[in-house]
């Protein structure tokens, strides 16, 4: 995944292999709404306020829903949704971001990278 800078700590996160963006599927601004890839269209379903916790993690809320990112039911396994919800400080809320040149990587909860 690319995560691009658009302003005052907000990013637009993009998956490298199709370019799309990270996106609250329908706008959503309901706890465990999931998220999709769609073609960047600058709405704010599509940005990301990228805060650090502290521990070396992060936390990435939406800006329309201010809601965190989190994978559900804490899985660990392959295809598992990734959903919004409030911010609880839970460690599937928790993702770590690498630099992988030439792209910014968001590594998951239990430390997985992405697709690259």
């Given amino acids: 995944m690319g995560l691009h800078e658009s302003g005052d700590g907000w990013y637009q996160v993009t ?3 199709s370019g799309k963006a990270m996106d609250v599927d ?6 465990g709404a999931r998220l999709i890839q769609w073609p960047y ?5 599509q ?4 805060i650090p916790n502290g521990d070396g993690t ?6 329309h829903s201010r809601m965190a990112l989190y994978v559900a039911q804490s899985s660990s396994r392959n295809g598992a ?8 400080s839970a460690k599937n809320q928790k ?16 430390g997985s990278p992405g697709q690259r």
Avoid at 41 to 45: L, Q
């Fill in 95 to 110: 993702w770590r971001i690498e630099a992988i040149v030439p792209f910014t990587a968001i590594v998951g909860p239990d």
């Fill in 58 to 63: 992060y936390r990435l809320l939406n800006e």
């Fill in 15 to 17: 998956a490298v292999h």
């Fill in 26 to 31: 329908g706008e959503s601004i309901d706890s």
């Fill in 81 to 88: 949704p990734v959903q919004q919800s409030a911010w609880k």
């Fill in 47 to 50: 940005v990301w306020h990228v």
């Fill in 41 to 45: 269209h600058d709405g704010a379903n």
